[in-house]
């Protein structure tokens, strides 16, 4: 049998704005309801239409529940909802309790050109909402993704990204600093938070996050992915440097070895993703003494001595690695504390003396606050620091 060409419309519709036929027929019973409620219902009528999309019509019934008497609290029951038991026995012998009573209600002729004009502005209306709920529920499934997505448009210090079914916003301060981003320019992304509007869903994606270091790793390695191997924590500068721990789970795994791959080509792939960041990777330990030896490489260290009470690291090294263990601007201790969650005072061996002094700016962040004293020499990029 040939389909309608309102049922062909519906369906089309349909795979326009990737909503379900069940949802678009609703939508239309309900705008029929309105216009029927608005130019020929009764007050104590509770409109509901049933729409053949094969045939284009429509059938109007007032919809009542079958009660004992009034809902408790209540003096009298919901008329325009309900319907006495009594009452509901002369339309239905065989009515009961809970029962729904449907009494088809006369359709003029003029109600078909009257409902035309109200059913569109809240057909399109409702197809809006539909349309907005799915892309919703579709997003808000996908937070703490990381998504391939394409450059939109730039406007100002927003980048906005298509995602496919919707346009996310990616504001200032989750752009990677100096990473330039041109309109077509495919990019992975970190989905942040999806949030519902007046406009529609608000989907907020970033490039900062440190997350999206966890999801690309676990994109090139399979050990990270399986399970066999678990990054412990990370702790990033976006843009600039990241430290990640990791530990594997299985004794003849090398956590190291499997994040850098052969010839380091699964590191050099997230760095590439992430615009040349230098990642070092260094094995978590539960002895906090090593991990956060570890955590200062590339520098070597002599001694750590923890102050359980005040959760302060005091850290000895070589007066020669100095520079190293703080870093250039403080970076290389800075990110240790963000990783190692204690606060880290270096000690030159030989002076005996605090060389820089790493405390956190708040307890929450672990954040160190440090001042070099010498500048180290250039890092390389994509180093993978083996653990000390």
Not at 33 to 59: C, H, L, S, W
Not at 100 to 118: C, D, H, N, S
Not at 221 to 237: D, H, M, N, Q
């Amino acid at each position: 049998m040939q389909t309608s060409p309102i049922l062909m419309a519906i369906q089309q519709i349909c795979e326009e704005k990737n909503i379900p036929v069940s949802a678009v027929i609703e939508t239309i019973e309900q705008a029929l309801a309105a216009a029927y409620r608005k130019d020929f219902g009764e007050p104590n009528e509770n409109i509901k239409v049933e729409f053949d999309p094969e045939t284009g019509g429509a059938r109007v019934f007032d919809v009542k529940a079958v009660v004992e008497g009034p809902a408790e609290g209540e003096e009298t029951i919901n008329e325009k909802k309900e319907i006495l038991l009594p009452e509901a026995l002369k339309l239905k012998p065989d009515a009961v309790i809970g029962d729904e009573i449907r009494t088809e209600l006369k359709v003029p002729a003029e109600y078909g050109r009257m409902a035309a004009q109200t059913a569109k502005q809240v057909i399109i209306q409702r197809l809006r909402e539909a349309e907005r709920e799915v892309v919703f529920s579709e997003y808000k499934d996908k937070e703490g993704q990381v998504l391939l997505g394409t450059i939109q448009r730039v406007e100002g210090r927003t980048v906005f990204v298509d995602l496919g079914h919707t346009v996310s916003v990616m504001p200032y301060a989750e752009q990677i600093p100096r990473e330039h981003y041109v309109p077509g320019q495919r990019i992975k992304i970190y989905v942040v938070s999806v949030n519902a509007s007046s406009r529609g869903p608000e989907v907020i994606v970033s490039r900062t996050h440190p997350e999206i270091v966890r999801q690309l790793f676990a994109q090139e390695v399979p050990e990270v992915l399986s399970g066999s191997v678990v990054i412990k924590a990370i702790a990033r500068e976006a843009g600039s440097r990241t430290k990640i721990a990791v530990a594997s789970l299985e004794s003849n795994v090398d956590p190291i070895g499997s994040c850098v791959g052969q010839r380091g080509m699964r590191v050099q792939t997230v760095i590439n993703e992430l615009g040349g960041e230098k990642i070092d990777i260094i094995e978590y330990a539960e002895d906090q003494q090593r991990f956060i030896s570890a955590a200062l490489a590339p520098a070597k260290v002599v001694t750590v001595t923890l102050d359980q009470a005040t959760h302060t690291a005091r850290v000895e090294v070589a007066e020669d690695q100095l520079s190293l263990a703080i870093g250039r601007g403080g970076q290389n201790v800075r990110l240790a504390v963000k990783l190692t969650g204690w606060k880290i005072d270096i000690v030159g061996s030989l002076s005996g003396q605090v060389a820089v002094p790493a405390e956190a700016e708040t307890e929450e962040s672990n954040e160190a606050v440090v001042e070099p004293v010498v500048e180290p020499p250039a890092e390389s990029a994509g180093q993978a620091t083996p653990s000390t």
